[in-house]
């Protein structure tokens, strides 16, 4: 909506307000789709979900979203549709609308590619249903249509451009971050004595730092490190001494992941399955 194909890539891209208004004018016509597809459901009179199988104060958000796929096909097309005309209506260039539609569904497909949105039952891939509503744009508006779409094209091609540089600094980060975790497992040094909370503390601050970069090559290695309670009463048995213990590299590796864990925000600690009783509560 600013000619975005001709966005750089690079970080130090200024941003001033001719941009910021850029911004909200794509998160305005995405979130104006994201309503006029509610509205669609209404205007079928689709309810949420089948109120009479749930009970509705228990219900969380998640089971209440449950609809058919028909029902989500059918709001996808009157979306569309009311997106397009209620601006159109508003006196703002429908062009915008439809790029607010491509604009929201990409996004949702890099959700999807990276592993942050499921695709379920009722919402079908991003990609599908931009193929829906594209279908949509060409049958209900004939020989407008390109003219209609030719804003969304042209901005389609820039978040092409973001999702792959996106995707490669992902992979970049991730490599950064596992080669740390490694080192730290392999060089940190464990003991039953006292603990050094200054080299604790700063043990803890860089994994909150690697974890909000790559958190998937810290759960990796940290799950590859934590033994299961079999193994670790084994390591336990077969240490003659405190000396001994502290010489095997298993309970060393697992003392250290072990730390990192317990101290990890919990999506991290739901990925590795474990659970930390509280101190001096019970076990
Ligand atoms: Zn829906």
Request: proline share 4%; aromatic share 6%.
């Amino acid at each position: 909506m600013a000619s975005p194909v001709r966005a750089p890539l690079v970080e130090d891209w200024p941003v001033g307000p001719r941009e910021t208004k850029t911004a909200e004018n794509f998160a305005t016509s995405a979130e104006r789709f994201v309503i006029a597809h509610e509205v669609g459901h209404i205007l079928h009179k689709h309810l949420i979900t089948d109120s009479a199988k749930v009970d509705l104060a228990k219900a969380s958000l998640a089971e209440l979203d449950k609809r058919p796929v028909e029902q989500e096909i059918e709001a996808d097309v009157s979306g569309t549709f009311i997106s397009i005309e209620s601006m159109d209506k508003d006196g703002i260039d429908p062009r915008a609308a439809v790029t607010g539609i491509y604009f929201f569904l990409r996004a949702v497909q890099l959700g999807e590619l990276v592993g942050a949105i499921e695709v379920d039952e009722a919402h079908r891939p991003a990609e599908e249903r931009l193929n829906i509503c594209d279908h949509v744009i060409g049958g209900r508006y004939g020989s407008h249509a390109p003219v209609l779409r030719q804003w969304a094209r042209s901005s389609d091609e820039l978040l092409e451009r973001f999702a792959r540089a996106a995707l490669k600094e992902r992979d970049r980060r991730r490599l950064v971050a596992a080669a740390r975790m490694d080192e730290v497992l392999r060089t940190t040094t464990w003991s039953m004595g006292q603990r050094d909370i200054a080299r604790d503390t700063a043990l803890l601050k860089e994994m909150q730092s690697l974890m909000s970069h790559s958190p998937s090559a810290v759960v990796e290695a940290l799950a590859a490190n934590l033994c299961d309670a079999d193994t670790y009463r084994q390591v336990l048995q077969s240490a003659s001494s405190v000396e001994a213990l502290e010489r095997d590299d298993r309970w060393r590796r697992h003392q250290i992941a072990h730390f990192i864990a317990r101290y990890a925000p919990v999506p991290v600690k739901q990925c590795l399955g474990v659970r930390f009783p509280i101190m001096g509560g019970q076990a």
